[in-house]
């Protein structure tokens, strides 16, 4: 069935670009959609209806297109694969990386100490608290020179009685304290030039048992290796040991009004080494 077939409403479909229906009936060979192409006769347009206008081409776009830039083909390439990775020799690869340097401090072997601190430890009891001070290898040997003090030369026995009075004072048990010097004389003799030895000074104390020190004036602390800038009341923790910082003996020796501040630093700072 065909439009040419229809009425006028049918104007609206044909317009549309509808050209066939469904048709209840059958059709002649001539009508069906099966036909050969050129064996269907023409459709008649239908009164009224106006022509169809042919497509209008599309208008050109106001801005050409920009053509794309091709590249070339090396370059192509380069910029689809990464380069590739450099492969490390089989002697790199099996190389071990250099390890952190942690040094950690060893005691001197007795055997290379300087003969006067060989000779001194069998003399020296152990003690749970070292002290140490610039004249006290003199002192021990009995030839300790007299210092200038702050009112009058501070004599081997002003130092021996400061320390009588300290001890007694801290009330401490018996072989808390020992005694060992930084400095020693080079001989017995009066007037004999000191040596000192931070190595054998350490490990000295290491061997006397001892768990903390209490050094005496900047001297003594500078010949133990101790860092620079300290101050008097000062602690720190070297070469696992516990340090205390106090002033030079020559200054405490006729100074009452520092004596209460030392006992009580030092009884603070001593209680965690002693046992319990």
């Not at 001070?133 to 130092?159: I, S």
Request: proline share 14%; with cysteine; charged share 20%.
């Amino acid at each position: 069935m065909a439009f040419a077939r229809l009425n006028a409403f049918a104007a609206p479909w044909y317009g549309s670009g509808v050209r066939y229906l469904l048709s209840p009936d059958d059709l002649p060979p001539e009508w069906s959609a099966c036909a050969l192409p050129g064996t269907a006769p023409a459709l008649t347009p239908l009164r009224g209806t106006p022509p169809s206008r042919p497509a209008r081409p599309a208008a050109p776009s106001a801005r050409p297109a920009r053509p794309q830039r091709e590249s070339p083909p090396e370059a192509q390439s380069a910029r689809k694969a990464p380069p590739p990775r450099p492969e490390a020799s089989p002697a790199a690869a099996s190389a071990p990386r250099p390890a952190v340097s942690r040094a950690v401090w060893q005691p001197l072997a007795q055997q290379q100490w300087p003969q006067p601190w060989r000779d001194r430890l069998p003399l020296t009891r152990p003690g749970r608290v070292g002290w140490t001070y610039r004249h006290l290898g003199a002192d021990l040997l009995g030839n300790g020179p007299d210092e200038p003090g702050v009112d009058a030369p501070c004599t081997m026995q002003d130092r021996r009685e400061f320390f009588r009075r300290m001890i007694c004072d801290l009330a401490y048990p018996a072989g808390t304290h020992t005694f060992w010097p930084v400095c020693m004389p080079l001989s017995a003799a009066p007037d004999a030039p000191e040596q000192e030895s931070a190595e054998a000074f350490w490990a000295g104390l290491r061997l006397l048992r001892a768990r903390g020190v209490v050094i005496m004036g900047s001297a003594a602390a500078k010949a133990a290796g101790l860092p620079g800038g300290l101050r008097p009341l000062e602690s720190l923790f070297f070469r696992g040991f516990r340090v205390l910082i106090l002033w030079d003996l020559s200054n405490l020796v006729r100074q009452e009004q520092r004596y209460a501040s030392i006992l009580a630093f030092l009884r603070s700072s001593l209680q965690p080494l002693l046992p319990r």
